[in-house]
C-alpha cells in the first residue's frame, strides 16, 4: 500500500516515496498495538507514545489502515496528552485474525 502524499506537492510526495519500505512495518506495529489494546482500543496519540512514533508517522499509519478496513472508528473518544479528544480506534475482525 502506498503511503499517501498531499496531491501537486514535491515534498509530500518525495517523504511518501522515502517512507514506502518501511510504512509497512510501520503499519504492522500500530496494528499490533491497536489489536493489543483490546476493546478499549487505542488513540493515535497512545499508539505514539506506546511506539515511540512522531505524530505525522503514526497518524498516516493510522490513516492507511483505516483505508484498508484493518480499524475502524469506535465511536469513543479519550484525551490526548493536550487535553483535546481523539477517536478511539478498534482493529476489525479481519484484522484481529490475521497474523
Known sequence: MPAPYAANSRTSEAAAVSIEESSHNLRLRVLDHIRRSGPS??????????????????SARIWELRNAGRI????FERRTRSRRHA???????????TP
Open 72 to 75: 475502524w472508528d469506535s465511536g
Open 87 to 97: 477517536v478511539v480506534w478498534r482493529a476489525t475482525d479481519e484484522a484481529e485474525a
Open 41 to 58: 482500543g487505542a488513540t493515535c496519540d497512545e499508539c505514539e507514545i506506546a511506539l515511540n512514533m512522531r505524530h505525522q508517522t503514526a
